[in-house]
């Protein structure tokens, strides 16, 4: 699927319902198959990130990533490096409010 196809309300509604990250990766600008769906993505990525501040949630918890499917190495490293952003934030404190200990 392209990023363009990403709905800014499908991330954010992932967030409030206690994902502790989002985590969007696609096309390089330029090869996208669907020609402009990666400069969609781009220009909505800038939204979701205010939104998601908006909402009292760290916008280091979204993230958008350009890798191709040629970069597997690439990719292992991004959500190796996302995870451990995500552990370093800790819970989602939307995920703190659903389930409280």
């Known amino acids: 699927m392209c990023t363009g196809r990403v709905d800014?309300?499908?991330?954010?509604?992932?967030?409030?319902?206690g994902a502790d990250g989002v985590l969007i990766?696609?096309?390089?600008p330029g090869d996208c198959h669907y020609q402009k769906g990666n400069f969609i993505m781009e220009k909505?990525?800038?939204?979701i990130?205010?939104?998601v501040n908006s909402i009292g949630i760290e916008p280091e918890r979204v993230r958008l990533e350009w890798v191709s499917a040629s970069e597997g190495g690439k990719f292992?490293?991004?959500?190796?490096?996302?995870?451990?952003?995500i552990r370093q934030l800790g819970p989602s404190?939307?995920?703190?409010?659903r389930n409280p200990k």
């Open 44 to 47: 909505r990525f800038d939204y």
């Open 76 to 85: 292992a490293a991004l959500i190796r490096e996302m995870t451990n952003q």
């Open 93 to 97: 404190p939307f995920r703190l409010m």
């Open 49 to 51: 990130k205010k939104a």
């Open 25 to 28: 990766a696609g096309c390089h």
């Open 8 to 17: 800014p309300t499908f991330v954010l509604e992932t967030l409030r319902m």
